[in-house]
């Protein structure tokens, strides 16, 4: 009944790319078609990626050259992960031809041009998509989703941080002014590039912060905070790297709309928080809310497509402190290009995402 | 002409007491004449610590039981690497006897017994000491280091905090409201001791805050800014434990007191900033303000004494944000300590601490 | 048609315990119905390991302190994932009553209770179990262990050098005397007690040997390796302890029975031992030989239940190398007990274990 | 009296010309007038290496392009750290110009050139040199390394492997047949170079093997273990790749010349080893031979000058089973050279290498 769907995915060399294959090899519902990637062309996934070796697919599906005739030929879906500004060239195409894209680039991710100008350099090449595409954030925009030809699947750093902010702007629990996002990332959050910047020796016992004040990213997390907050939204964002494989850690500074000096007002402002975290994330498979005192661990959703957060409350300084962890390649990257998959296939939700 | 000094170490079997007893055998002012360790009464500090093996002294030098009257006879200054609470117990008949003591613990950092009663949950036991201790930051109280017969050496957070504030605060730059400091700290700052939390893989492969939002290095911090800034502050301030082994790198993020949103008044405002950190730090040889497009790493400061720093403008924002990197071991702790010995001692304050 | 089985774990809180859990979680055909463990009693499986937060079960199933009676009434099959010395007192009564039982400790896996008594300093407490006990190696006695009610799983060490060594001993290929084993083990394999030699600032940055030259893991080595030679086998076995989590990696040193110093003998010998390992090993789902020039990466094998393996001919020496890599958590501990459990259940033998 | 020497280093960017950089900056009787790197020209050390920013020489001093003329002009002894094959058309004019040079590639290392045909598949550039180099192990060629105008500094698994063994062989303890040497190496050992290979998340929770079963090194293993046991030695090494920045640990297995089966045997065979240990390596500063149950870990020497090692009999296998622990860059590459510097001068060995 449920109907498989034949699945390709470009650029696949990458470490997202890997574990997006990694995701389609063992979804049930998924015939994975081709892969491509130029400088891999000609070799099977088990060479390529000597992990799967022992996945019989993996064993005989050989990379070819990208080319859009052929997808077109083969797929019914195709996963763009190509850097940013390629992916735009081939999604054009296989959209006119029909196929549904999901893209993990950045390229389908803002709806305002302008925008894109500003944070990228140039125009946008396909304008009008911009306006077409999902945004591929599925807690928000299931129903987008469900019904588009075009997700543009969100970037690591931002579901870090829109997943526990959204919810609470759209409450107007706390200030749209004033927000601030500190993250830590995983050096695989850099790509797999030949960089002496990335070396082992370089990122091993070091702790550095980058992109200060202005990263790119911050373009498709104001767009999508203004949208939550029907207002403006201008925050401030320090990416940091340090030495691990995978994982994101947020940590967000926000200013309740509410005054919480005196414990009942402290006690009033919880439950509010609990109520709205609870209503957004109580049904939703992939966001666990913890519970008394834990707070977030990377080591507790590396490998898995769960974003988790915590939240506290400082009357000392009148601030809510929130920390959100997720694995930058699953729910940041591939897990969540899956969800959106399967969501536009009208497959379960979790279908191939096990917790 | 520079007279050697006696000195012994009370608790030398952590890893800050290990690394001050690194700096302490190859001072070349230094006479190590004891080191105490309950657990490890007996043994060289060969034995214990098999790296100065091929150190003469480390051969021969055993631990003994810590005994007061013993450091009474043989020492001449004093540092206590003990847990807090402890401390203050050795320092009283210590000072009374004429030693001088440079303690590394949290004892006697606060100046106020209130605050410390808030934050540690019981009376100081010495409460007229806090008024005499000096606060070993030699970058602020150079001199009163130099005169004093007992220095609290500065937690290792504290340290990456306040040098990097304490000059914007004096000059009036920022506002004293609305600080957060986001901190991560490398494993070795939880101590040696056995604990399934610090196991190797509990923390390598794990990012995550804690102590959220009321760490108790917060109310030596906050009493240090409040005499900077002439008025009571409070400041938001998250740890993080993160998989290095040394290193603590702090983003602070800050209001400047004066606007900048146009180009000339971000300049005008950025040769404020500059001109007061190379006020304060030009000369400092275990500051150092970096140039250009650089960012601290604690790659680049650990092994060191030496603290660097960044800053930058957002006028998209309003803030300025600050990263300091440090060693927690040394300028955060062992080498701060010896640099404080320095200055008591009246030796030039680089002795032993090689840049 | 496939019945589903009870099964029950006890001793489920240390790192092999949790990846057992993780793997009957997601079994299709377990049904988990006791975790015991004394300390975390009272607790859900989602407290004790919150990384299986969003899995509905181990929100509501809790951990009982372990009682013979209850596991009895529960469950058809029970692991134990208990201390040496410890599993032995559950097996007697549970095996007594009609229990079928997967031990992970080193109780059962030896045949003669003499060399029990020479490596443990103990006698045996059930010797004549001894006899009974399948030694748990699916590839090595896979139809043993389809018929017996007691599984002695093997350890992470003698998995990695057993399934190389056992078919070119069985084959004649190699000489059974002077053999040596060198492994690196990461830190997991250490477990999860609070003991400062596995504290994150000890193992990070250090690379040591361990146990040289008499591992208690030798004895259980070299009875199986006697078992294919058909004479008694003694070898040289070195660990070591490398900063990664996960992941043995286990490098061989061996004398070909036949000379090989001409390209024609050496030809010869390389296709004799490609025949024997295709042999061996081609239709196991769970063993990879490596072709080409590729060499055996942990990182390849962590989070799965394949051992992977390559060898050389090195006619300088007139040595093989073989080096094999396996994660110690999953084919060296709970993947290889769940795949005893899938054969004693009848059912396909990688069942819940996806490659 | 003891007179400065000025001093160039060519090829400064890497790892080890990074540490030789750090060393001879620090050095009392050394003037540093020269680092050339052609990538990094123009640069001051200190904008090339953060690290050094805090030392004033480091913040004036510019890399310049590698120019022989200039070297001549302005240095006494001139460090090759070049890639191999490189280094020996510096060395040739700069031996001419009556320079002392110390090279740290694999140019000059042996002295058959047909061995390094063999080895590197082409013909030394100037076989003559080949003879009069010196071999820059200190503690076995310290006469010749003080009379020597050019010295080839041994590699860093040379350096691991050939201390131990040198007074085994030469006292015939050992047999000279049937060595094995089992390395493992940090990842700055493959040096600084833009490699996917050793990019941060292929290295970090990884470990393999690599360079089986021929290694180039081995050439001057073996060389130089001839000399020792007289006639000519062919030995297996197999180096593994691990996550740590520095450090190698080899552990080597060995027959001893005598049997040892019975506790007496043992018993004299011990005392043998453990003399010609202390003759050779009692009064040498930079080699600890551990006493009772310790063994080697690398933690214990990175940062130093200093390898270490340890030994086992083993009665049940008949071997002998040795392992050190060294700092790849200090007493594998850099730390070693600076030691020849020492001799080369006349200085005292330790200069600016304290332990």
Same mark, same amino acid.
């Given at each position: ?14 470490y ?23 400088q ?14 022992s ?5 005989v599906?050989r ?16 996963? !763009?992960?190509? &850097?940013? $500004?390629?992916? =735009?060239?081939?999604a054009?195409?296989?959209l006119? /031809? #029909? ?33 077409t ?39 107007? !629990?706390?200030? &749209?002014? $004033?927000?601030? =996002? ?7 959050? /850099? #790509? ?26 911050l ?17 401030q ?65 590396v ?52 917790p």
């Amino acid at each position: 009944m449920t109907k498989s769907k034949k699945v390709a995915v470009v650029g696949a060399s990458g470490y997202s790319g890997e574990e997006l294959v990694r995701l389609l090899l063992s979804h049930p519902l998924v015939e994975l078609v081709a892969v491509t990637s130029r400088q891999s062309a000609g070799q099977t996934l088990a060479q390529v990626f000597p992990r799967f070796g022992s996945h019989p697919k993996a064993r005989v599906l050989r990379f070819c050259e990208p080319n859009v005739e052929l997808l077109i030929r083969k797929a019914e879906v195709v996963f !763009l992960a190509l &850097p940013h $500004g390629v992916a =735009a060239e081939f999604a054009i195409p296989l959209l006119a /031809a #029909g196929c549904s894209v999901i893209d993990l680039s950045a390229d389908f991710r803002l709806r305002n041009p302008e925008t894109y100008r500003e944070f990228y350099g140039h125009e946008h090449p396909a304008p009008d998509l911009l306006t077409t595409a999902a945004y591929g954030l599925p807690e928000v925009y299931r129903d987008v989703i469900r019904g588009s030809q075009l997700v543009a699947s969100p970037g690591c750093y931002p579901t870090s941080i829109l997943l526990p902010l959204i919810p609470l702007l759209k409450a107007g !629990l706390i200030r &749209p002014t $004033g927000i601030i =996002a500190d993250s830590m990332s995983g050096v695989s959050g /850099a #790509g797999r590039k030949a960089d002496v910047d990335y070396l082992f020796c370089e990122c091993n016992e070091s702790l550095r912060a980058y992109g200060v004040p202005k990263h790119r990213h911050l373009s498709e997390i104001e767009e999508q905070l203004s949208f939550a907050a029907l207002q403006p939204v201008t925050i401030q964002f320090t990416p940091h790297l340090v030495p691990v494989n995978r994982g994101i850690l947020t940590t967000l500074y926000l200013a309740p709309t509410q005054p919480f000096r005196e414990d009942p007002e402290v006690a009033a402002l919880a439950a509010s928080i609990e109520r709205c975290y609870s209503e957004a994330y109580a049904n939703e498979p992939f966001v666990r809310v913890l519970e008394g005192r834990s707070l977030p661990d990377t080591k507790n959703v590396v490998g898995t497509n769960v974003l988790e957060l915590a939240w506290r409350l400082d009357p000392r300084t009148g601030r809510l402190v929130v920390v959100s962890a997720e694995d930058n390649l699953l729910k940041g990257a591939s897990g969540q290009a899956v969800q959106s998959l399967n969501l536009m296939a009208g497959w379960p939700e979790t279908t191939g995402l096990t917790p």
